[in-house]
């Protein structure tokens, strides 16, 4: 698996589409995936990394970063099962832990034009422990110092010069730390820790 290092440019949060990240297929099934953030050692050892996977048809697998522990987050589309067998349903604004090298998901009932979207949040322990956070922001909202990344859900938050809307991100690099936002309306799922 191939992974850029993340180097934060010299604005305070980095605006980032969604729809405009490069993307790899699948290790088996339909669907594709999407590097969001993350952060690697001096030695391009993982310390955590935000994914996008897009389940198009009835079941995807996705490799996952070796030593590591994630958490999955529904962020649209239908409901898709999490693991062999699919014993387990992820809907919608639902958090759920995974252990294991490869996640598999299934789309319970096909629909074909629309995607079911993942949010995958790997940490190696040792290195990072963030957590993946749900919130409604508006106004000027107190954020936890530690947001790494924000994942606009709905409405928009403007951050350090970027704007972000449904289905953009705002990064935020190791010194925004304590960084003030604007929310109008917004449903955000943010990478705290």
């Given at each position: 698996m ?7 440019g010299?604005a305070p949060?980095?605006l ?5 990240l490069p993307?790899r297929?699948?290790v088996a099934?339909g ?7 993350g952060?690697?050692g001096p ?7 935000l994914q ?16 590591a522990?994630h958490t ?5 589309g239908?409901q898709?099962?999490?693991?062999p ?5 992820l809907r919608?604004e639902?958090?759920?832990?995974y252990?294991?090298a ?6 319970p ?5 629309e995607?079911?979207r993942?949010?995958?949040l790997?940490?190696?322990p040792?290195r ?16 936890p110092?530690?947001v790494?990344?924000?994942v606009?859900?709905s409405?928009?938050v403007?951050?350090?010069?970027s704007?972000?809307?449904a289905m ?9 730390a304590?960084?003030?936002?604007v929310?109008?309306d917004?449903?955000?799922?943010m990478?705290?820790g």
């Amino acid at each position: 698996m191939t992974s850029a290092t993340f180097v934060p440019g010299p604005a305070p949060t980095r605006l980032t589409r969604l729809r405009d990240l490069p993307r790899r297929g699948l290790v088996a099934g339909g669907g594709h995936v999407r590097e969001i953030c993350g952060q690697w050692g001096p030695g391009g050892e993982l310390h955590w990394m935000l994914q996008l996977v897009e389940l198009r048809r009835p079941e995807g697998v996705l490799h996952l970063p070796p030593d590591a522990a994630h958490t999955l987050a529904g962020i649209g589309g239908p409901q898709v099962g999490v693991g062999p067998g699919a014993a387990v349903g992820l809907r919608k604004e639902r958090v759920l832990h995974y252990a294991g090298a490869f996640l598999e998901l299934r789309r319970p009932q096909l629909r074909a034009a629309e995607l079911s979207r993942v949010l995958v949040l790997s940490s190696v322990p040792a290195r990072a422990t963030p957590s993946l956070v749900f919130s409604d922001l508006h106004g000027a909202p107190a954020l936890p110092a530690d947001v790494r990344a924000i994942v606009v859900r709905s409405g928009r938050v403007s951050a350090g010069g970027s704007t972000a809307t449904a289905m953009e991100a705002l990064v935020v690099p190791d010194e925004g730390a304590g960084l003030g936002v604007v929310a109008d309306d917004a449903r955000v799922l943010m990478v705290v820790g």
